[in-house]
């Protein structure tokens, strides 16, 4: 970048600091070379010297020297072409079940990861880099395992992200899943309160971490309400949960542990968790989620409908694919 630029805070950026405000808009320049930016009198707020501390201002205006580091391309991250960011915008918006100035919310696909890691490189964060040219790009407030689908709340600005992340922490989000299960639990609606713990196991000599029901000072408490919502004889039930706390997995394992798995959760439910003639994909779906709006506060309530093979699954066994879930009040 060449010459001088003024930049004008707006609203979401109100109490940010400027160190910050630099690395969400100028990621090349590190810390060291903002420090000496800074002493120099170079960068300045307002035509007045600060600190890399200070909280902004909406509405301030920021001076910038000229940059000449170039902005190095993320090594994890694969360059897209023009087409493939066009491709995955509008992949993700054919996904959007509402959207407004604040948030997006999408039906995550099954088998799509929300985030990159070891040998995944197409993911939801990943898509959300198209999405650079109308602003800021959604922010990821939660995560959905890989291999289930639904409900999934991105915040468009970092006011939004802050408060929903406040509202997941603190479990003020009430997140209802549908399940196929390898059984029908007895009795058939209730509450599992088991704590769990994450576990590092040997299997043929190769270590994997899996998160099981445990006692202790390891343990963490984890619990699940769950209804049966109907069901196509002994051996199949279509179960809604209601996960009270958000452990890793949890109700993969509490549904295990009770002796009805997921459908296709070999992890946790091994040979049992098949049921011949539909798919062995994992049957978990986020259906809805209600949580207040981060700006306005009105109470909202947004409903996945069941895609690919859970979709197949319910009309396989013509399970009604818009009953009602209904929650007494937490305890």
């Known amino acids: 970048m060449s010459g001088v630029q003024i930049k004008t805070t707006n609203d979401d950026e109100e109490g940010m600091r400027l160190d910050r405000w630099f690395k969400v808009h100028f990621p090349q320049v590190r810390h060291g070379m903002l420090e000496k930016f800074i002493r120099k009198g170079q960068v300045r707020v307002d035509g007045g010297r600060v600190k890399a501390s200070t909280r902004l201002v909406s509405g301030q205006d920021i001076r910038i020297p000229p940059i000449d580091v170039p902005l190095k391309a993320d090594k994890n991250q694969p360059q897209l072409s023009k087409h493939e960011r066009a491709e995955n915008k509008k992949f993700i918006k054919n996904t959007i079940i509402y959207e407004d100035a604040a948030i997006m919310v999408l039906n995550k696909p099954h088998g799509l990861a929300v985030q990159g890691g070891t040998g995944t490189t197409v993911h939801i964060d990943g898509m959300l880099e198209a999405f650079d040219d109308e602003g800021e790009r959604p922010r990821l407030v939660h995560r959905l395992d890989r291999d289930t689908g639904g409900v999934l ?3 468009k600005t970092r006011k939004a992200a802050a408060r929903l992340g406040e509202a997941f922490q603190k479990h003020r989000v009430e997140k209802t899943y549908w399940a196929l299960t390898a059984g029908v639990p007895r009795p ?10 994450k576990k590092m196991l ?20 984890a ?11 002994a051996g199949v039930g279509f179960i809604a949960l209601r996960p009270r706390t958000g452990r890793t997995h949890q109700l993969r394992v509490h549904c295990a542990a009770i002796g009805v798995p997921v459908v296709g959760d070999g992890k946790y439910g091994g040979v049992d968790a098949r049921i011949e003639g539909i798919s062995q994909k994992l049957h978990l779906h986020c259906r809805a989620m209600s949580f207040a709006h981060p700006v306005s506060g009105q109470g909202m309530t947004f409903i996945a409908p069941l895609q690919s093979h859970m979709y197949k699954t319910w009309k396989f066994f013509g399970f009604d694919l818009d009953v ?5 009040e937490n305890i």
């Open 153 to 155: 709340v991105l915040a």
């Open 188 to 197: 058939r609606e209730g509450t599992i309160d088991m704590p769990v713990a």
């Open 202 to 221: 040997i299997h043929d000599g190769v270590g994997f971490e899996k998160v099981v029901p445990a006692k202790g000072e390891e343990a963490k408490k």
């Open 223 to 233: 619990v699940s309400d769950f209804q049966t919502m109907d069901d196509a004889g």
């Open 324 to 328: 009602e879930t209904e929650w007494p």
